[in-house]
């Protein structure tokens, strides 16, 4: 088995070559570096999600307004009728085109869209363009 130019380094200065750290020496230092490079051995930071629009972290400790249920501290809660309570409790907010869509059929249902316009003066077996009276 062939030596190390270490070791024959060594021999020929008449002293004993250092020997390679055991196993269990190894772990333990491979557990100081990675403890060093991660702060110290402190354990790593919670990676926070970010909270949907509108929601906090409860403060303090609560009874949800809507369902009256109690909420521990840092759950995610949101305004609800009459104060905060969970996310699930509060009513779903409708997107902007949903909002078009309800107030246009409203419109429609109540006849307002129809009402203000003129009554067509189209001919019956004609086109537009003869239906109205020459100038």
């Not at 380094?9 to 060093?36: C, N, T």
């Not at 629009?53 to 809507?66: K, L, M, N």
């Not at 309570?85 to 869509?101: D, M, T």
Request: with cysteine; proline share 8%.
């Amino acid at each position: 088995m062939g030596q190390t130019p270490a070791r024959k380094a060594a021999k020929a200065a008449g002293g004993q070559p250092k020997k390679r750290p055991g196993e269990a020496q190894r772990a333990a230092a491979k557990q100081a570096q990675a403890a060093k490079k991660t702060g110290g051995g402190k354990p790593a930071a919670k990676k926070t999600v970010p909270l949907p629009r509108g929601a906090v972290r409860a403060a303090h400790p609560g009874t949800c307004s809507a369902c009256l249920k109690d909420y521990d501290k840092g759950t995610v809660i949101t305004k609800v009728a009459e104060g905060w309570g969970h996310r699930a409790c509060a009513p779903r907010r409708p997107s902007a085109a949903e909002r078009a869509f309800a107030r246009n059929k409203a419109r429609i249902e109540s006849g307002e869209t129809f009402r203000s316009q003129k009554a067509s003066d189209w001919r019956l077996g004609s086109s537009p363009s003869s239906s109205r009276p020459a100038r």
